[in-house]
């Protein structure tokens, strides 16, 4: 019985998560710049613009983090900053 509660929480998919896989681990990822154990799947969102993700904890944060570059930027041309980045 605990074999299979076990498969339940693991995701067998290599892309293309959704909202069932939220809360299940992948065994094991294997990615260009490493192999990821064990990794959650899990569904986060942008407070600033509503966008979301759903996939591996890594991903998801690359997800935020570029996000909030993002609204960063966006906030300081809309203060008029003068960075060296245009549009």
Sequence with gaps: MKQEQDEDEVSDKTEG???EDV???I?????????YFNE????VF???CGS????????AGGFLGGHECLHAW???QAMGRSDGLTE
Excluded: A, Q
Excluded at 27 to 35: D, E, I, L, M, W
Excluded at 40 to 43: A, G, R
Excluded at 52 to 59: L, M, T, V
């Design 40 to 43: 959650l799947i899990v569904h």
């Design 17 to 19: 998560w959704d909202e």
């Design 52 to 59: 979301s993700f759903i996939g591996p904890s890594r991903e």
């Design 23 to 25: 809360g299940k681990r």
């Design 74 to 76: 966006e906030f300081g």
């Design 27 to 35: 065994v094991k990822r294997v990615t260009p710049n490493g192999t």
């Design 46 to 48: 942008c407070s600033m």
